[in-house]
C-alpha cells in the first residue's frame, strides 16, 4: 500500500495563512467534490485536512503504476475551482508520494511542521478529518492504519517529551490577547463559532472568570458550550443585526467560505461597546471578518498570520524537544514500513517454510517406503519428526535474510530475489494457503 500512498498540500509557509483561503473547500460541497476528484483520478481513497494553517489532501491510488502521476495541476482545480496556468499548481502545492508522504503525515499529526511548534490543536484536527472521511467512505482499510499509526506518533510525542510546554495552543495564545482587552476595557468577550479553536479559547478564558457571548447560527451547539462555561448564547443573525452590548473584542472562528461579520455588523458592536473600542481576533481560513472592513472603521485586527508570529516567538524554547520528538517520528516510521512489509510478504515467507516442510515429509515417505520400509512404527515417527525439525532449521536462514531485506535491503531487492525464481515456485510462494498448517507442518 505505501508505494500508492500520496499527499498534495499548501501551509502558511508560502504566502501566510490567509493564502490557504483560497484552497479551502466549503464544507457544504467537501464530501461531494472529493467523491468527484477520486473517481475522475482513480484513487482509492482520500482525506482532506483543513486547519488554519494547512490545506492537505491525503490519498491512495487504486492503481500503483499510477502512483507516479503528479495530481497537483487536478489539486489545484479541486480546491481553487479554476484551472491552473502552467506551472502554477507546482510552484504553490507540495507533492510527497510514499514514505515521503507517510512522513509529512507523522509530521504534522505531531505538530513538528505547524507555525506554532507543538501545537495542541492539530493532532485533534486530523482525527476530524480522517473520521469525517470514514463517515462519508472517503477512507477504509488502506488508510485507516496510516492514520492510526500518526495519531500513535502524535500521542507518542506529546507525552515523552516536553515539546507541547507553554504556549503552543494557538487558541490559548488568541486568549491571552482577548484577556489583555478585556482588562483593559471591560465588557465581554464574543465567540462566534463552535469550532474546536472556540472551544479552547472559551475554556482558557472561562478559567480567568472573564464573561463570554457564544455565537452561533445554530441555538443549540451555541447554548452547550455557553452552559459549560457559565455563559450567555446567541445567534449569529441576532448578532449581526441587532449587535450585542458590553462586547469589547470578539473571537471568530467558524469553517464558512465567506465572511460572517461584515461592516454593518462591526459597526453595530463598535457603537455598543465599552470605550468605544473593539479588537477582533479572526482565526478563520478564509477570514471571518474582512480586514478591508476593520481598516475602515479603524479596529484593531489579529489574524491568523499575528498569532503565528507569537507563536514562533515561543518556538526556541522548544527546539530541543523537536529533536527528540523527530526521534520519535524516524523510528515510528521504520517499525510502521516493516510491518508493511511482512504484512505484505508474510505470505511469501509463510508459503516457503511450508515448501521446505513438503519437500522434507515427501522425502522421508519416499524413504521410509524404500530403504527404511523395515523400521518399526516408533522408529518411523522418530525419522519423520528429526526431518521436521531439519526442515524448520533449513527454513529458518533464508526467511532471515529475507526479512533482512524487506527490513534493511534497497528497494525492489525482494522482488529481484523472487524474479530469479522459477516462475512455478514463485507464483506457488505468493499463492494464499490453501488450509492452516498442519502440526507436521509447522
Request: hydrophobic fraction near 45%; glycine fraction near 10%.
Amino acid at each position: 500500500m505505501l508505494e500508492r500512498l500520496g499527499m498534495i498540500g499548501a501551509s502558511w509557509r508560502r504566502g501566510g495563512s490567509e493564502s490557504l483561503a483560497g484552497f479551502s473547500l466549503p464544507t457544504e460541497q467537501r464530501e461531494a467534490r472529493l467523491a468527484d476528484f477520486a473517481d475522475a483520478h482513480g484513487l482509492a481513497e482520500i482525506v482532506y485536512i483543513g486547519t488554519c494553517n494547512r490545506v492537505e489532501l491525503v490519498f491512495v491510488h487504486a492503481d500503483a503504476v499510477a502512483a507516479s502521476t503528479d495530481l497537483r495541476a487536478a489539486a489545484w482545480e479541486l480546491l481553487t475551482g479554476t484551472r491552473s496556468t502552467p506551472g502554477e499548481a507546482r510552484r504553490h502545492l507540495r507533492a510527497w508520494a510514499g514514505e515521503g508522504a507517510l512522513e509529512h503525515l507523522f509530521l504534522v499529526t505531531a505538530a513538528l511542521d505547524s507555525a506554532c511548534l507543538g501545537e495542541a490543536e492539530i493532532a485533534g484536527q486530523v482525527r476530524a478529518a480522517h473520521d469525517a472521511a470514514r463517515e462519508h467512505a472517503l477512507s477504509g482499510k488502506a488508510l485507516d492504519p496510516v492514520f492510526e499509526a500518526a495519531f500513535r506518533v502524535g500521542a507518542q510525542v506529546r507525552t515523552e517529551t516536553a515539546l507541547a510546554s507553554g504556549r503552543v495552543s494557538l487558541a490559548e495564545i488568541a486568549a491571552d490577547e482577548l484577556a489583555v482587552q478585556q482588562r483593559a476595557c471591560g465588557g465581554r468577550i464574543a465567540l462566534v463559532g463552535v469550532s474546536p479553536m472556540t472551544e479552547k479559547a472559551a475554556a482558557a478564558l472561562a478559567t480567568r472568570d472573564i464573561p463570554l457571548l457564544i455565537v452561533n447560527r445554530t441555538a443549540a451547539r451555541a447554548a452547550a458550550l455557553a452552559g459549560r462555561h457559565g455563559a450567555q448564547s446567541m445567534l449569529l443573525d441576532d448578532f449581526r443585526r441587532e449587535g450585542a452590548r458590553d462586547v469589547c473584542a470578539l473571537l471568530s472562528a467558524t469553517g464558512a467560505p465567506n465572511a460572517v461579520v461584515g461592516r454593518a455588523a462591526l459597526e453595530r458592536l463598535q457603537a455598543l461597546a465599552p470605550r468605544d473600542t473593539l479588537l477582533v481576533v479572526d482565526m478563520a481560513v478564509p477570514p471571518d471578518v474582512a480586514p478591508e472592513a476593520c481598516r475602515a472603521l479603524g479596529l484593531r485586527r489579529i489574524g491568523m498570520d499575528d498569532i503565528a508570529a507569537v507563536a514562533a516567538r515561543n518556538r526556541g524554547a522548544r527546539q530541543r524537544e523537536a529533536a527528540t520528538a523527530r526521534e520519535i517520528v524516524d523510528e515510528a516510521l521504520t517499525t510502521f514500513i516493516a510491518t508493511q512489509a511482512e504484512r505484505r510478504y508474510g505470505t511469501l515467507i509463510g508459503n516457503l517454510q511450508r515448501r521446505y516442510q513438503h519437500t522434507a515429509e515427501s522425502g522421508v515417505e519416499r524413504l521410509l517406503g524404500r530403504e527404511l520400509a523395515g523400521l518399526g512404527e516408533a522408529e518411523r515417527d522418530a525419522v519423520r519428526r528429526w526431518a521436521r525439525v531439519l526442515a524448520r532449521r533449513f527454513a529458518h536462514i533464508p526467511c532471515v535474510g529475507l526479512r533482512g531485506l524487506l527490513r534493511d535491503g534497497p528497494d525492489g531487492a525482494l522482488e529481484a530475489f523472487v524474479g530469479g525464481l522459477d516462475p512455478e515456485l514463485a507464483d506457488e510462494l505468493f499463492a494464499a494457503p490453501r488450509h492452516a498448517p498442519t502440526e507436521a507442518r509447522g
